[in-house]
């Protein structure tokens, strides 16, 4: 899952996220293989999808 951009981590978790495990390993994995702006993109890309 290494050259996924954010966009498709965010359309993956919301895949998951019945699973929590799932979940957590996927926000994980971004984390560690998203630059910082893409990140930061990615954490406001979920939490619109949140509310």
Do not use: D, H, W
């Amino acid at each position: 899952m290494k050259n996924l951009t954010y966009s498709q981590y965010s359309t993956l978790l919301q895949k998951v996220k019945g699973n929590p495990y799932l979940y957590v390993s996927t926000y994980t994995e971004a984390k560690r293989n998203l630059i910082p702006e893409q990140f930061n993109l990615f954490q406001q890309e979920i939490n619109n999808i949140a509310v």
